[in-house]
Each structure stands twice: as structure tokens, then as C-alpha cells.
């Protein structure tokens, strides 16, 4: 079972910015927190991840709590193209184990 | 570099029959998982198959089963059609086995139908 939570759904405006909320409180020191968004018509694709410390790379950023127990993505700038499913996932490091997907957030950009 | 690809797009079936499903994973992939997205819901994790072998497995039936190819391409196998099976199956490849912080590629899914 998933073991992260993130609202059903969310709307944004264009060209603004999206943070996206996962709460993880059972998260372990040795899982890393995972996003994914899955496009309409589209497989899911990676987004980021990060274990403690905040990540930046070209899609977005990760803020990570002090705590561990949540997480945000954040959208600096949400185009209509970032309108996906956004799903937050916790992957042990000691892992080879698959990807455990919740129902995510589906995210809307309004023009 | 080719993405992950999968055939057929959309297909239908009725209940009672066999279908497989064809992945192609990104070359040097050794890694490949399977997963099942019903409508409305997330994937879930059908097996995964690391250097020709299954590696893995969700709370799946053996009627789901599947083949891991040396040229990097994989199949899914499912007998005996149920209804309840119609969904999107995504495969999704890695480089190495997954266990680390690699990222998995997924392919845009194959459609099934039963009826």
C-alpha cells in the first residue's frame, strides 16, 4: 500500500507557482521521496527525488521537511503542459522493490 | 537514444482468451517492471524481470506471466481474460536493478479492454 498522502486534486493558474503537498509520517531514515507525473495518454515520467536536503533540477524543486514527514513539489511557473497526475512516492535505499504508486494529485492549469 | 516503447496501443479482447503485450526498453535497460493502472487509480506492480529473470512479483495470479528478451525487449503474458483485467499496462525499464536510486522509464501504456 502507499504509504504517502496527497489531495485528490488541485487547480493553479497559468504561469504561476504550483506547490504540490505529500505527507509521508511512517517514512523511514532510509527512504528516499520520489515524484512522478503521469501526462493524459502518457506513462508516468520522473520528476525528482531527494533524501533530506532540498533539489532543484529543470522541472521542478523538492523542499523537504526538517522532520521527513512531508514534502513539497513545486512548479516555479505551472504551464498548461504541467497538467498531469503528480504522484509522490517513498523508495528504500536498501530497496529492489518496485515503485508503489498511491492515486496522486491531479493537478489543473487554467489558461 | 530511443525511449521505451510498447505495442499494441489499444486492444480488445473477450473474456476467457490470451493477449500479449510487447515492451521494448531503452537499450542497456537490464531492468524491466510491469504495471497494471485501472481507471482512476495509480499503477500497480505486476513482476519485474532483471537479466531474463523474474525478480519480483505484486499480488498478482499466475495467469500473468512474462519474458525478458537479451535484445531488451519483454513480454506480458495474461491467460484466461476476466473482465476486471481491462486496464492500462505500462512497462517501465532501468538501467540497473532497481534497488537504487535509479529512475525508471515508463512507455505510454497498452489499452486493454475484455468484454
Known amino acids: 500500500d502507499a504509504k504517502t498522502t496527497q489531495p485528490n486534486s488541485m487547480e493553479s493558474n497559468e504561469e504561476e507557482p504550483v506547490h504540490l503537498p505529500c505527507n509521508h509520517s511512517t517514512i523511514s531514515g532510509t527512504d528516499y521521496i520520489h515524484w512522478y507525473r503521469q501526462l493524459p495518454s502518457q506513462g508516468p515520467e520522473y520528476v525528482i527525488h531527494?533524501?533530506?536536503s532540498n533539489v532543484n533540477n529543470r522541472m521542478a524543486s523538492l523542499a523537504i521537511a526538517e522532520d521527513r514527514k512531508s514534502s513539497t513539489l513545486i512548479l516555479h511557473r505551472a504551464t498548461l503542459r504541467d497538467a498531469a497526475v503528480y504522484y509522490c512516492?517513498?523508495?528504500?535505499?536498501?530497496?529492489?522493490?518496485?515503485?508503489?504508486f498511491g492515486k496522486g494529485t491531479r493537478l489543473s492549469v487554467i489558461a | 537514444e530511443t525511449g521505451v516503447t510498447q505495442s499494441p496501443t489499444h486492444l480488445i479482447k473477450t473474456r476467457g482468451q490470451q493477449v500479449t503485450l510487447r515492451c521494448s526498453s531503452q537499450s542497456g535497460h537490464n531492468t524491466v517492471s510491469w504495471y497494471q493502472q485501472a481507471l482512476g487509480q495509480g499503477p500497480q506492480f505486476i513482476f519485474q524481470?532483471?537479466?531474463?529473470?523474474?525478480?519480483g512479483r505484486g499480488n498478482f495470479p499466475p495467469r500473468f506471466s512474462g519474458l525478458q528478451f537479451p535484445n531488451y525487449s519483454s513480454e506480458l503474458n495474461v491467460n484466461a481474460l476476466e473482465l476486471d483485467d481491462s486496464a492500462l499496462y505500462l512497462c517501465?525499464?532501468?538501467?540497473?536493478?532497481?534497488?537504487?536510486?535509479?529512475?525508471?522509464?515508463f512507455g505510454p501504456g497498452t489499452r486493454l479492454l475484455v468484454l
Open positions: 531527494g533524501l533530506t
Open positions: 512516492i517513498l523508495y528504500p535505499f536498501s530497496g529492489n522493490t518496485p515503485l508503489v
Open positions: 524481470y532483471y537479466r531474463e529473470e523474474e525478480n
Open positions: 517501465a525499464s532501468s538501467p540497473r536493478r532497481v534497488g537504487f536510486q535509479e529512475t525508471q522509464y
